[in-house]
């Protein structure tokens, strides 16, 4: 994960402030019902949830505590089950 101090500097050379290795960073995007709607708006309101998922430098499952950010719920199609939405978010390692 690296801090927003990093960039470019005067002299054109790439500054990065590392402030952790490893920190796993999950983007998620569903096509989701009214009903998977309202239990994912729920998740990204608590401060971290249990995900276990596939580490890719390991090729293991791993568990880890994670939070949400950038929740964003789009409806995609009107239908008589309260519309289909796309549900996108990042999930990241505490």
Known sequence: MEADSG???EAGTTQ???VRHGVAQI???FSVTAKWLKKLAGYAKLDKIS???FDVETSELKLSEMYVTGYKAKLK????YKGLWTVSFTLKEM
């Open 27 to 29: 983007p998620v995007s």
């Open 77 to 80: 199609k009107d239908t008589s």
């Open 7 to 9: 960039g470019e500097t």
């Open 51 to 53: 995900v276990q998922y």
């Open 16 to 18: 990065r402030d590392v």
